[in-house]
Every structure is written in C-alpha cells, then in structure tokens.
C-alpha cells in the first residue's frame, strides 16, 4: 500500500466523524506525494509527464489549503480568466479523480445515495456532492459554471452555490454554433471578469487577459504541433497524463505552466522514435484508475494513445483577436457542443493527422451525452475505417465497472486492431 | 401532426400555420427498436421518442435542448432520416432580457424552417387567437409532479386517488400569461419577444438555471399530497427530489421507471398505499362492508376474522378471535397461483385452530397477489399492513426495514401504527433476499449457512458493486484470489446492509423509536449484525416476524367488525 492509499483510507474513516481533520490528513498525503514527485519523479515518464503530474498536484493542494482564494468551477469554464484574476479553479473532474485516487471516493458516493441523490448521475459529480456535503470540501471563494458539457453541472453548482452561500456566476452556451452564439457568450465572459473584481476586490487588467489568451494560444500551437508529429514520434504514454492534460488546457489553460508543459511535450514528441506498437485514439475521459486499463495503456511499448480528442479539443486554434471573443469562440465550437457531428470530425481528422489504428469510445457511466452519441460516433468512425470500440465504465466509481468484463473487452479489441495492422 | 416533448415548445406559432400539435409522450412496452440503433442507458423517455419515430408513430418532431440526453435523441433520430421534419429549438436557461432576445430569434428561426418545409404562410390573427386561457379553481388535489406522466401510469394514478389529481410534471400545467389584445398591437419582432417572454416566464423546469421559482408549485395550500415521478437515467428529476423532500409539508410519494407500460403497471401497490396514507385506509366503497350474515354471526359473540399476505415466497394467514388475539397462523409456500396458494393457506389455518369456516366473518388479503384472491372482504397494501402488523407487536417500533425476497421496504410509522411515510427499491435485484440466493449460489452453499458464515469474518473485503451482475463477479475473482470465504461473506453483507440502510436514512434518521425487521431476510445474522453496526440501533426482530403483513390485514379485519360493533 503506498501513501496515499494509506491516507485514504485515513480519510475515509475521519470524514465522518471531522471533516476538516480529514481534509488536513489528506492535504498532508498531498504534500507528500508532491515532494515525493519532486525527488523521486516517474522515470519511466518523458519530462512532459513528469512535469504535469507536478503541476497538477500542485494546483489540488492550493485549491484545498487556500480555498479562501479558490474557484469551483465545471470544467469548460475559461480557466484563463481565473489565471488573470488570480485564483485556483478546481473542478468537478479533478478533485473527484484525485479523491479517488487516494481509495476514499465511496464515503462521498455513500454520502449522495443516502441523501437520495440519483445513482444513474455521473459519477464525478456524486463523489464531489458527496465530499461537500460531509463538510469534506472547503467553502470557496465562488463559484463559476457553464452548461456545457454536460446536465450535471446545471444540478451540482447551484446546489452547491445555495449550501455555501457564496457568489455564482453562469455562463450560457448556445447549441448553434456561429457567430451571434460567439458574441452572446463573449459578452457573458466580460460580464465574468467584472464578477470576479468584484468577488476578489482586485482589478483585472486588459494586459492580463491578453497575456493569459496568448499564452493559450502559445500552448496551442505547441500542441498542435506535437499532434503532426504523433504519426511518425511515440513517447511514452500513461492514461494519468492524458487525464492531467485535459486540466492543463482548461483549468489551468493560460497560466504558464500550461505553455511549457506544452513545450515540453513537444520536444518529448520530438525526440521519442517510432514504436512498433498499435496507434490508438481516446475518446472522452480516462478510466486511469482501473488496472485492466492501466495493464494495456501505461508506457506499453505496443500501444501509443496517439490522440485524446478531449485534450486536443481543449488545445484547439482560436481565431478570433479579441480575447473574449476567443474564448468564447473555444467554448462555442466545443466538440461536447451542439449535435454530435463535429464531434465525429475531429475524431475522424485525429484518426487520420495520428495514423490511428483504432478509437477507444469510454461511455463512462452517467454521461448522457457521450453514452447517447457512442453508437453513432462508433458506426461514423467505422464508415471512414477506423476500427472502434464503446468502452462502457465509470471513471472514478468502480462499483459501476467490472475489471475482468473490461479487460477482455480491451484486450480483444487489441487482438482484433493487430489482426488488422497485421494484414496490411 | 407536428409532435412536441417539451412545454417551451412554441405550439401556438403551429397553430399560426393552420397546423396542430401533440406532446409525444406514449410509454412503450419496450424499446426493442431503439435499443438497436442507440445506447441501452440513455434515458427511457428518450429512448421512447427513438423508438415511436422508428415505428413510423411521428414524422414531424420539434425538439428542444432540454437535456443532453435530448440532444443526442436528436442526432440519433435525425441519422435515421424518418422524419420529414426534425428540428432542435436551443432554449436558453435563463428568463432575463438577452436570454429572452435570444430566444425569440431561435423561435423566428423554428418559423422559417417550417415555412420553408411545409410552403404554408404564417397568420398572426390565427396565431394570437389560439392561446388558451385557464380558469382559476380552488380545491385541494394531489400534485403529480417531476417529470412526465402518461398512459397507464396517469391512468392508475387518476383511479386509485380519489381526490382531483394535477399533472404538474415538467410537460403538464402548460400555462402561458400573454394578453391576446396587447399582441394585436405589436409588430412581428415585438409580437415574438412578447411570445418569448410568456414561453420562458412559465413555471420554470428544474433544468432551468433559476429554479427555485419551482417552490410556488409546493406551497400552494390546496396541495395535499406529491406524487413525483422520475424516469431512469433522467438525472435531473431525481435531483429536484433529493434535493426538495426534506422541505415538504406535505405527504410525499416517488415513483420511478424506465418510461415502459410495463415498468409502471408495478407501482400499482405504491400508488394505493399512498392513497391508504392521505386518504385513510377505510374503504369508502360500501360493498366492501360487513354483510348481513356477517353481523348476526357477530352477535353470537364468537367469531374470527382472517389476515392473508399473498407474497411472491408464501403465503401466510393470520386468524384472530374476537378478543383480537392470535388464534392461529399458518406459512405455506406460494406455489400453483395466488388464489389456490390463498384458499390453501387459509384452510390449513382453520384446521389448525380447530374452528368452522364460516365463522370467519371477514378476510382482508394484502401483499402481491391480493388481486387475484376472490375470498376476500377487502385488500390493503403490505405496506400499510405491515405497520399495523409492526405496531401490534412492539408499539415502539417507528421504523419497518423489510427485506423480502424481491424488494427492499422502509417504513415509518406513528404511535398507532399509522404509515408516515415509506421507501421501496426499484425492480433491481441489489440488496434482496434474490440477490443473497444468488451470492450463495456464486459460492456453493447452502443460504443458511451463509448467514452464520459471515459473523467469523477477519479481513475486511469491500465489495462495492451492488448490481447482482458485478457483485457475482466480483465474488468470483475474490474466490480465485483465495480470499478467505468468510471476509467474503461479511463484504456481502455489509453491501447489503449500506444500501438498506441508505433507504432508512432516505426516512429521516429523526424517527426516535425502535427499528423492526420483518421479511425472510430477518433470518440472517450477518445481514442483521452488518444492519445494526450501520443504523447504530438494535433491531427488534421476533418469531412473527414473518407474519407481520398477514398479521396486520387480520387486524384491519378486526377494527372493521369491532366498529360495526
């Protein structure tokens, strides 16, 4: 057992009885695993990996020891507005994958299903209501969201502005996407930046809303880059570091960190040589807990997740060169936005930029939108020859998942895409 | 026909088009055509509008973005290219002034792509005469409240209460304020801001990011009761009730399906259990009084009347004399049908007490198969029976825990023995006496030695599915890992014994009395151990146990004859 599974454990047993003194146990597992990630980093990780597992950690405990200057936010909500404001967004995903990393997620889902919170709900979003409803979560400083991408946002945080009495602010994303939706939503985020002077009595600048949507635009190039190069280059992957990589362009999209993690994985990209292995794309969020997944995806020489289309989503081009308008531009054109055909577009052109063999769907429970699209995305993606598999699971419930059922999935559907490279 | 889902759907604007429309909400029987061309766990009213487009029942559909599972049905129903017109209508969340700008340009929009469609001309006079008015009334009624309502289901709910019953589920009470006269006026960007503006200023749905607006519906003082319906997989429902019950003043019941006729004709025993609860359990209907035979055999001042609980196990009797004691009881297992397992049961009784048929003077049958049973006087819900069956045994008792061998029930009752209120599982397996027949199974022993087993326990093995399915194998892999078959066991029972107790604490953990546990499940000591560690109270538990429902409609039986007395 390591450290933070101890802790966890730890945790799972105070949260009932002191919720803060819980959250200090497990802020103290945090820090530890931080310095163990400074002094003893994942050899096995190229220096990109190495770095975002850091940051990422970083930004949990900020978020959890200083909520007095932390924003809740649903995930999509433009992180580079928070980084020129000055505060540490976390959101549902994050903290609800981090808590179930340390092994303590089912005291929060317990804590929903007495409450009577539906269990069909995504499960990201339970064990988040379910650490703020123990007193687990601290009180943040506000609370920011937006409906997309998906119905539990709308049902989380305004439940959960009312229970911590603090400001909220909403953003509203049009389905249609074209330019009156840009501007209608444009106009909503300079709305949000004057909300947050006023929550944080600091004024915000032009200079550092510029500055955070330039170094978004730095980071996506350096992404976009990488992504030509995925082809013929495969470092070495985990599913952790797709997973850290979506917070890298959304919540913490804008900082700093985000351009040179970037530019770290470019190089990275860069310098790792062809592998034999299968080219495979990921679709939607990372069951990067669960072993059998684990056992096929990390650093295994003979898969490569060549794309996550999640990630790439987070990191696309914005062309608009007003700020507010090219972050609303991102949020419009989300691919978890409006009908699902984009949605299949840009897996189809990962598919093809990558050399893909194969596209893994993760339908991961409670996730209405992406279960609904899964079989029209499957046959799409199959019409234009990409092999693909419906991966049903939970990414941070394993009560909804079967290990063995998942790892013969997988592990067929790797017999079935080297078949098929095979023949080629 | 132009067919709608949702009630900010602009119907009147179709109406401007010479053209009608109907909300699409039939429950199918199953989802057989849908199930093939979309994923099984979208959500059942979604899967419903699938599977009627598939079946050629609509080919004219407006849909809204309500929710993402509507977004995708749109995609899905679109792909199949069945319909003549589909179109997706983006509803803000918000009523305030741009989201209203908004929406009326999204409505213009809807226009002109069925001008475009069907070449017909839009008629302002036709559109603006075709708002319905409301007339205001004042009587108390039964809210139906969450989402949708229909066929079956409404039906069943209208039959079994008998006070007036609103649909007021998120396609029900439909209400637009909008001044006929003053629209007249406007101009056409006017008139659809002004049309926008009534659409949205509705009585807004729990998806709308102004919700609270919603607590008009529940304090209304001629509300006397909520039936709140949610749908599988519709999160945002059962949210609202989660989120909403603890507030209530008045009495509560939910119900759940999958949007399936099959799925509601089950609820049959809620739904008149709630009405037994608000309404009384007396029965108004004179036919089901004491007979004239009946009162001169009450005369002689020796007589008996009987309790039959038809459970989907056995079927057991209770006879009590005209003191109100027990006279005599009898289990037997139900086998060959309801009625012959009833008549069976019940002869067996009479034998055993030694007394003559007729002097029966009335039987009330309770439980699943009450229905089917002729013999009986009158029938009562297990629910109401088994609180009154509770009561009798230990008047502390305040909540009923029954574990029988297909559902989960929760009760709480009030000093007399009245119900306050009750939870059931839905129809999955998790946590019942089925669910612990297949785990012995999964293991190869025999169900009563598995309920010792688990009490030697050393290694504390979590196991977190709760789904039949997963649980089994999960078990098995725990079997191949060579864990010990006792941890095992008790990992079982404490999963058990987390998701009964969630259903008690869904009651309120305020209830100060006694817990009791009645159902076959009572017999197992690991379950009952894990049960209390979780409550953190005893469990009163005693030999009637079994017999508390049986029990309770002979007692039912008895206050009737001691009235007529």
Redo the contacts between chains.
Sequence with gaps: MNIIDKFGNMVSSATLKDSEKARRLLLAGYRLQEKRLCLFPDRALPSSGRYVAKIVMKNIIQALSRPENSAMVSIFVPGELLTAAGLTPYSVEAMSCFMAGTNCEQTFLRRTEEEGFPETMCSYHRVFLGAALTGFLPKPKCTIYTNLACDGNMMTFPYLKEKYHVPGFYIDVPYEKNQEAIEYVAEQLRELTIFLEDVTKRKISGEAVEKAVANSRKASEYYQQQLALRKDHDPVTSLTNELYAIFMCHLLAGSEEAVKYTELLLKDVKKAPKGGGLHVLWMHIMPFLQQPVKDVFNYNPKMHISACDFVADGFQKMHASDPYEALAEKMVNCIYNGSVDQRIQVAEKLAKETNADGGILFAHWGCKGTIGASSLIKSSLEEAGLPTMILDGDGCNPANTSDGQVSTRLQAFMEMLEKGKEDR | MIYYVCKYTPIELFEGFGETCAVLEEMPENFEESDQ???A???GF?KSVIQAVLEGKADELVLV?C???M??????V??TKKCKFIY?L?L???DNE??KE?FA?AICGLKDAYEKYSGKTFDKTRFINSFATFPAKNNPYIGVMGVRVSGVLEEMIQENIQMNVKNLTCTGGRKLSVLPDEMKKLNENELFLAYADALLGQLPCF?M?Q?SRRNELYLDPNLKGIIYH?I??C??Y??E???I?KNMKVPLLKIETDFTSQSAGQLLTRIQAFSETIEGSEDMDAAKGIGEEAKEKMKSGVYYVAGIDSGSTSTDVVILDQDGKIKSTMIIPTGGGAMMSAEKSLEKAVEKAEINKDDIVRIVTTGYGRAYIDSGDDSITEITCHAKGAHYLNPNVRTVIDIGGQDIKAISIDENGAVTNFLMNDKCAAGTGRFLEMMARTLGMPLEEMSTKGLEWKENI?I????TV?AE??VV?LVAQNKNVADIIHGLNVSVA?KV??LA??LGKKNPGEYMMTGGVAKNKGIIQALEEKLGAKLYICDEAQLCGALGAALFAYKKCKNEE
């Excluded at chain 2, 977004?71 to 899905?76: A, F, G, L, P, Q």
């Excluded at chain 2, 977190?464 to 789904?467: D, E, G, I, T, Y």
């Design positions: 061309i979309a994923h766990n979208l959500c979604g973005n929710c993402d599972s977004r995708r049905v749109y995609d899905i679109k792909n997706m983006d803000p969340h918000d741009c989201e908004k340009r998806r990011n919700s949610t599988k997989f999160d945002y059962g949210f009730y989660a989120s019950k979590v977190s599915s709760m789904c997963f194998s999960e892999s987390s107790g969630a604490a869904r």
